[in-house]
């Protein structure tokens, strides 16, 4: 162009060349948009709105009903199921430190809401707090945390070989073959592959994972921000926010690093053809959208996520208790009268048979 040519854009056009050209010379690379286009948006939650199991209000069962916890270290879920695998019942919450009284709170609330002609013909226990959670509530039976992870994924895929579980601070993955588990691998220490991963950022940002999971969706220029610690993560995230990177982009890029962590460094997936092709995932984080359309992108599969998600263990354990169920049987389950007479004591001790001197609260 010549010294006195010139060219005249409008302003929003000059908007549009501005926004284009943020994205030369960055020191934060950028990686595909979680969807091509609104019609692969539409398929996408088409096709994950069909592993759905039906939910009832609790004052519409009749006869017996199982119940199933699933108490983990920092939340305790509950669901009540029908004799035909329906939910007439759920809860998901913190259990501010105590698995017994927030088990006996969720047990209660269930005796208040149920009907008349209704039951709880039997009940299991799962995960963290199980044994302590039988003896104190006199729960009928306990089950391995796996299996009843296992069997409330081969409830929406008969032929599951590999479940993927991520909640918010810990991983488990669980290879199946021949209907038997067959390898279970483990996140040992970081949570960087895990849900408080993003939700520590939404956080930082003022926004809640549900508005943080959101903005991801739309995103049109994630960030590629690798797989690193958080840690050192917070330094990447910055400098993608001062070359323009928006919201989505950042919440985009956390999802896709949270999925890397969990494939390449927990997995440590080569081939991802020997994971499987039944893939069942689950977990409060796969709720997430963002987190589960990365996971189909970066594993090249579809995979199934239920409605349920968040809930799987103690769907699982509320199966093994109908499964276990014979006609006649009563509950050993504690009575509504006998919580209301319950007590605990609390003490703490020092354990002292190593020298780790560990406390524990008794």
Not at 11 to 25: H, N, P, S, T, V
Not at 140 to 148: K, L, P, Q, V
Not at 188 to 203: D, K, R
């Amino acid at each position: 162009m010549l010294a006195g040519d010139c060219q005249i854009f409008t302003l929003d056009e000059m908007k549009e060349r501005l926004r284009k050209a943020q994205y030369f010379g960055e020191e934060v690379s950028r990686v595909s948009p979680l969807f091509a286009n609104a019609a692969e948006k539409r398929a996408f939650f088409e096709r994950h709105a069909q592993a759905t199991i039906p939910e009832h209000a609790i004052q519409e069962l009749k006869g017996p009903a199982f119940l199933g916890i699933d108490a983990g270290s920092t939340t305790t879920k509950a669901v009540l199921l029908d004799g035909k695998g329906e939910i007439y019942y759920s809860s998901y919450g913190s259990n501010l430190g105590s698995p017994v009284e927030s088990s006996i709170r969720v047990v209660k609330e269930i005796y208040r809401q149920l009907p008349t002609d209704a039951y709880i013909a039997r009940s299991c226990v799962s995960g963290y707090g199980e044994a302590l959670i039988k003896a104190a509530l006199k729960v009928d039976e306990g089950e391995i945390e796996t299996m009843a992870h296992y069997r409330g994924a081969k409830f929406f895929q008969k032929d599951v070989d590999f479940i993927v579980d991520i909640g918010g601070q810990d991983m488990k993955c669980m290879q199946v073959k021949d209907g038997v588990i067959h390898n279970i691998m483990l996140n040992e220490a970081c949570s960087s592959g895990c849900g408080s991963f993003i939700q520590t950022f939404a956080h930082s940002l003022n926004m809640s994972v549900p508005e943080f999971a959101q903005a991801a969706l739309d995103a049109e220029h994630p960030v590629d921000l690798g797989t690193r610690c958080t840690v050192f993560m917070n330094s990447k995230v910055k400098q993608a926010q001062k070359e323009g990177a928006s919201v989505g982009d950042i919440s985009a890029g956390l999802s896709y690093s949270v999925v890397r962590n969990a494939l390449y460094k927990v997995i440590k997936i080569q081939d991802p053809d020997r994971l499987g092709q039944k893939i069942v995932v689950q977990g409060g984080t796969f709720l997430n959208d963002s987190v589960l359309r990365c996971f189909e992108l970066i594993m090249g599969k579809e995979v199934i996520r239920p409605n349920i998600a968040g809930l799987m263990g103690a769907f699982g354990a509320a199966l093994t208790a109908r499964a276990h169920f014979k006609e006649g049987a009563a509950s050993t389950l504690l009575s509504a009268q006998a919580l209301d007479d319950f007590t605990m004591k609390n003490s703490s001790v020092v354990c002292g048979r190593c020298g780790n001197n560990c406390k524990l609260t008794i």
